[in-house]
């Protein structure tokens, strides 16, 4: 089993930029694709980015393309989502999730593991 603990999210003005982490821990975790994920009030949960486990590829949603970007650390065995020029319809609950099959994944049943979740709120 493997656990994934967000961490990273809060407030933030238009505009502006978080960076968050996802630190995986249990048992040996090695060749997964990573991913984030948002949930926003009264909205499905959708795909923000993903990425190969050596980091050699990554895919972003449309909406996110070219002001996020997802990076992972297999040492520290820690995925991160650097957010830049956020937008107030950015602010969702943020999930990392982890998938064992996959190379890349964008789909949420692509995913085996997922984390708590961490509260992104942007303000206009």
């Known amino acids: 089993q493997v656990q994934l603990v967000e961490s990273g999210g809060g407030l933030v003005q238009a505009g502006g930029s978080l960076r968050l982490s996802c630190a995986a821990s249990g048992r040996t975790w090695s060749s997964n694709a990573m991913g984030w994920f948002r949930q926003a009030p009264g909205k499905e949960r959708e795909f923000v980015a993903a990425i190969t486990w050596s980091g050699g590829s990554t895919y972003y949603a449309d909406s996110v393309k070219g002001r996020f970007t997802i990076s992972r650390d297999n040492a520290k065995n820690t995925v991160y989502l650097q957010m830049n020029s956020l937008k107030p319809e950015d602010t969702a609950v943020y999930y990392c999730?982890?998938?064992?099959?996959?190379?890349?994944?964008?789909?949420?049943?692509?995913?085996?593991?997922w984390g708590q979740g961490t509260q992104v709120t942007v303000s206009s």
């Open positions: 999730a982890g998938a064992e099959l996959y190379d890349l994944a964008t789909a949420r049943d692509e995913y085996d593991y």
